[in-house]
């Protein structure tokens, strides 16, 4: 195990470095300059221009600017915003708890009534409530995530009164359920339908009969012996669909007014800041990374017979 994670990890490196550095070019491929837009629509004088690319290292080859990003990185240092002057991690630290909190939230969500909507159908497989399933999650998955974050608004905020239709800057916990819900519905509509088709699959197989034959309770049936093996593909999607949730949230942050990552990376494309576009992209990599290299232990964890190197 040790040594599978330590190769594992090894192997995250050159992912890190190829997604970021692709990140990184395809940010200062895009047109327009971002110290020529400090001045909006005034002239400046071109020396002053180029004073400052020169000061900030932008005059430099694009592949020299990407290893002293790198340099700077792993010192800990993200940037500096060119327009506010501000730290890129002080952005970061602002932002980015609160879009960590509306993915964990929708996250749960996702989980919880995902499994559960699975588990309900799977166990009574072609019926009715099965085939309401199916297309309950089919409209989920058909209708774009902003659409369903105006209709959220519109019916549990405007009509009912039951939330704010925009998150405050707190970003209390109770406000974000609704963009949380909204952010989470397309995965719950994939984790229950993943949960459904693997349970009743399972139902099937010999060893559930074996199961049964032996006079096992029924809880113990479903709850060890068939949830077990069902929740492999399932905790497969869920550990690629953190990362997803992570940059997923712009749009639902849009919608909510939520002053998360969203927001900064929109304010950032906006006024072509590449560090703090590339800083927070850099952070949502390695949660994806991490969040796949635990999905891969937890494989042994749900089936004794997989063993690592």
């Not at 629509?41 to 990003?69: F, R």
């Not at 690629?240 to 849009?254: F, H, I, M, Q, W």
């Amino acid at each position: 195990m040790g040594r599978y994670v330590a190769r594992r990890l090894l192997q995250m490196i050159p992912v890190f470095l190829g997604s970021t550095a692709l990140v990184f070019a395809m940010m200062y491929a895009l047109p327009g300059d971002p110290v020529r837009a400090l001045a909006g629509e005034q002239s400046v004088d071109p020396t002053q221009i180029a004073e400052m690319k020169k000061e900030l290292g932008l005059d430099l080859p694009l592949w020299h600017q990407y290893w002293n990003y790198l340099v700077n990185l792993f010192q800990g240092d993200f940037g500096t915003q060119i327009a506010s002057g501000r730290p890129v991690a002080d952005i970061i630290s602002e932002s980015f708890p609160i879009t960590v909190r509306l993915a964990l939230f929708a996250f749960i969500f996702t989980v919880v009534v995902g499994i559960s909507m699975g588990v309900f159908a799977g166990l009574k497989a072609d019926t009715l409530r099965d085939r309401g399933l199916l297309v309950l999650t089919l409209l989920l998955i058909s209708v774009p995530s902003f659409v369903l974050g105006f209709l959220g608004q519109y019916f549990f905020a405007f009509q009912l009164g039951w939330v704010e239709p925009n998150v405050s800057i707190e970003a209390n916990s109770n406000e974000l359920i609704l963009p949380a819900v909204v952010l989470g519905s397309l995965s719950l509509a994939y984790v229950a339908r993943l949960t459904r088709t693997s349970v009743a699959e399972n139902l099937r197989s010999d060893y559930m009969r074996t199961a049964v034959a032996k006079g096992l309770p029924r809880r113990r049936v479903i709850g060890v012996h068939l949830m077990r093996n069902s929740m492999i593909p399932v905790v497969t999607f869920l550990g690629t669909d953190l990362g997803a949730l992570l940059g997923g949230a712009v749009v639902t942050e849009g919608i909510f007014n939520v002053k998360g990552v969203g927001s900064a990376v929109f304010d950032a494309l906006r006024h072509r800041e590449g560090a703090t576009v590339v800083g927070i992209v850099t952070l949502i990599v390695v949660v994806y990374l991490v969040a796949s290299l635990v999905v891969d232990l937890l494989y042994a964890v749900l089936d004794p017979r997989i063993r690592y190197a």
